[in-house]
């Protein structure tokens, strides 16, 4: 069939036309509207795109969570990438997903391509739902029945952290990220302890002395209290120079670490091939990456032995996928974020490359609360530590948006916290 003038409709503003749709469809289906939602059922702010077609009834959902800054991605995915897609037919998502990448001309960083992510997966939740198909049946199905997930156990002491893990395997977890905190600030992810250094011009401060000396008496406790069957896991969480890297990587060794994360700031990533060149445990990083340039950077030049993505920072399901075939060729696995700040959703788009991929490594859980269940049904849960991807067509997972409302975002929170990450003599620190 032909495209005639009336497909090209106008953006939300009235403005300009639509591009005209590059090549004819085979059906009248097109994309009608883009909106983000934001909602905060656990306080954290999440942001969900969604993307109706002229079908009624027929919408997808997808995750552009970027906690830190999500006023901005709403502001680009309703301002500037919604009108680019209005009008087009929903099921060409690589041309689609290519469009709104380039058209911003500075490409990439977390903004641009979580307002991308949230575009994308929705798309794939429209394809699933068109085919009556599950993502991961489009993506070539199973190569594993569910997916093993990590938990956290943190705590003020040693003791608390321990107790913690305890309990998480009696749940069924057999992989547990150990934090403990300290004192002042204490260690990312973990309870400090106030006025940890009095004399100090910070006294809640974060010395690296001190951490470097406190974790491997961490993990030398818990393979004494929980044996050598359980795997566990750290998170740096970015504080660390290359050389102070490496040092706690070689203390770590005894303790057979599954894997030690985030250990040097994004500033530094191309140091990360001789840090973990250096490391007897295995290096995950990825997370704060915010291309899919530069997290096939850090696969193809040896930076990172399991890559450590959030699927929404580089673009959605779509570059995800290359990604990990990439990681699969040349011998890295994945090792997914996905902790409270990511969406029901978002969720689910990881759990459909997790399953589908011989690459998969490890998959971080979160267990979210009944609020959470309310605004999104479906949301996918942990059973004696594994995840399974819905049997539903797309995704599986759907938003209330009623339920939504009840929950409105608060900015400033992870400010409040990051802007007083400092040393003991109060210099600024990566949080």
Known sequence: MSISHADQLLDATGGLPQAQPPWPSRDALRVTAVRAVVTAPEGTPLVVVRVDTSDPGLYGLGCATF???????????????????VGRHPADIEDITRMIHYSSYWRGGPVLNNALSGVDQALWDIAGKRAGMPVHELLGGRSRAAVEVYSHAAGATVAETLAQAEALLAEGYRHIRLQVGGPGLGTYGAPGTPNGYPRSPHPDGWDVNHYLAATPALFAAARERLGDEVSLMHDVHSRLTPKQAVVLARALEPYRLSFLEDVVPPEYYDRLPEVRAASPVPIAVGEQLGSAADAARLVR???????????????????????????????????????????????????????????????????????????????????????????????????????????????????????????????????
Do not use: C, M
């Not at 969720?347 to 309310?374: C, I, K, M, R």
């Open 67 to 85: 906690t830190q800054r999500y006023a901005a991605v709403v502001a680009a995915v309703e301002e500037h990438v919604g009108p680019l897609v």
């Open 301 to 431: 030049d040896g930076g990172v032995d399991l890559l450590r993505l959030h699927t929404s920072s580089v673009g959605g399901l779509t570059p995800t996928r290359k990604l990990v075939a990439l990681a699969e060729l040349l011998g890295v696995r994945t090792a997914f974020h996905s902790p409270g700040d990511i969406s029901p959703v978002g969720v689910a788009a990881n759990l459909a490359v997790d399953v589908n991929t011989p690459a998969f490594g490890y998959q971080e859980s979160h267990s979210y609360n009944e609020a959470t269940h309310e605004v999104f049904p479906g949301t996918p849960v942990v059973r004696d530590g594994y995840l399974t991807p819905s049997e539903q067509p797309g995704w599986g997972v759907d938003l209330d948006e009623k339920a939504a409302l009840r929950h409105p975002p608060v900015k400033f929170l992870h400010e409040r916290w990051s802007t007083q990450v400092r040393r003991p003599d109060g210099g600024l620190e990566a949080p």
